[in-house]
């Protein structure tokens, strides 16, 4: 698929989504096959009740995640924060309550569904401290060194160009400024038909990096302090169905290949003013 084909289908399903959670009959998942709701072993259980209690329902409904970004990123009073690909605004929410009323938490989406999802939950509760942008995470609408931590929870797999994604996220970060990304990766070497369907089956649409990608793109784009940690293993057998309706024998993977595709907590490091001169 070409560039602009993955945003139309990126745009077209999480139009989708976002819409369904209005209507109260939320469906689909980020993957194209999983079940939704507790148990799709992706999105369902990332967050603490005790977390999402004070967040209005729909906000939690519409998360889509595959991890917990803001549990593991480190986030002070008074902090600017930004959320790639923000959805429902889940992660933007709990981001703000943590810089509380003197930081301020930015939520960027290309979708506009998602963005009214997101603004009527930031009304709902009651943030002030919250703006959600329209625009590509390609392309960050935000200037130069003014963000101290980038969050984003499984967006950057469904990016035809994540080099670039990177030099945004480097380029818009404060000197010292802190990545903090929960994402699909994969795990050595899998056959290229098999990565395909698992990566269909979590919902990458244009596919997950590699630790060894993730590391050496992120290197290539400035950052330093890169770190990579596994935070929950997907197993073949959750994807037993959808496999085996592409052809594949899920007995086979799960003794090949399975354990290499997880959601993974990545983190990075912008190196200080004093450092990049
Ligand atoms: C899997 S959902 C995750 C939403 C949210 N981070 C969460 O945890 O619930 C992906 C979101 O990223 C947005 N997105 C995907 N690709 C994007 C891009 N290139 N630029 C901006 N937003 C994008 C989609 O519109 C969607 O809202």
């Keep these: 698929m070409s560039s602009p084909d993955i945003k139309a289908t990126v745009r077209e399903r999480?139009?989708?989504?976002?819409?369904?959670?209005?209507?109260?009959?939320?469906?689909?998942?980020?993957?194209?096959?999983?079940?939704?709701?507790?148990?799709?072993?992706i999105t369902s259980n990332l967050y603490d009740e005790a977390e999402t209690a004070t967040l209005p329902a729909e906000a939690v409904l519409a998360s889509l995640g595959c991890g917990n970004p803001t549990a593991l990123a480190e986030l002070h009073e008074g902090e600017v924060v930004l959320d790639l690909g923000s959805g429902g605004g889940i992660d933007v929410l709990l981001s703000a309550k943590r810089v509380g009323p003197t930081g301020k938490a930015y939520g960027l989406d290309m979708t506009d569904e998602m963005l009214t999802l997101a603004r009527e939950n930031q009304r709902k509760a009651?943030?002030?401290?919250?703006?959600?942008l329209k625009g590509e995470i390609e392309s960050i609408p935000l200037p130069s060194d003014s963000v101290?931590?980038?969050i984003s929870n499984c967006v950057i797999n469904l990016s035809a160009d994540k080099a670039q994604v990177l030099r945004e996220a480097f380029r818009v970060l404060k000197p010292g400024g802190r990545?903090?990304?929960?994402?699909?990766?994969?795990?050595?070497?899998?056959?290229?038909?098999?990565?395909?369907s698992l990566e269909l089956w979590v919902?990458?649409?244009?596919?997950?990096?590699?630790?060894?990608?993730?590391?050496?793109?992120?290197?290539?784009?400035?950052?330093?302090?890169?770190?990579?940690?596994?935070?929950?293993i997907y197993e073949i057998e959750d994807a037993?169905?959808?496999?085996?309706?592409?052809?594949?024998?899920?007995?086979?993977?799960?003794r090949e290949v399975g354990g290499r595709v997880m959601g993974a907590f990545v983190r990075a490091r912008k190196p200080t003013a004093e450092e990049l001169e």
């Design 14 to 41: 999480y139009g989708k989504a976002a819409s369904e959670v209005v209507r109260g009959a939320k469906t689909s998942c980020c993957g194209s096959s999983c079940g939704c709701g507790s148990d799709d072993p």
């Design 148 to 150: 101290d931590v980038i």
């Design 179 to 196: 990545l903090a990304i929960s994402d699909v990766v994969v795990r050595g070497q899998v056959p290229d038909e098999v990565r395909r």
């Design 126 to 132: 009651g943030a002030e401290n919250v703006e959600f």
């Design 240 to 254: 037993r169905a959808f496999l085996e309706s592409s052809g594949l024998n899920a007995d086979t993977l799960a």
């Design 203 to 232: 919902g990458c649409v244009a596919g997950a990096l590699s630790e060894q990608e993730y590391h050496q793109l992120l290197w290539q784009a400035g950052f330093d302090h890169i770190g990579l940690e596994p935070t929950r």
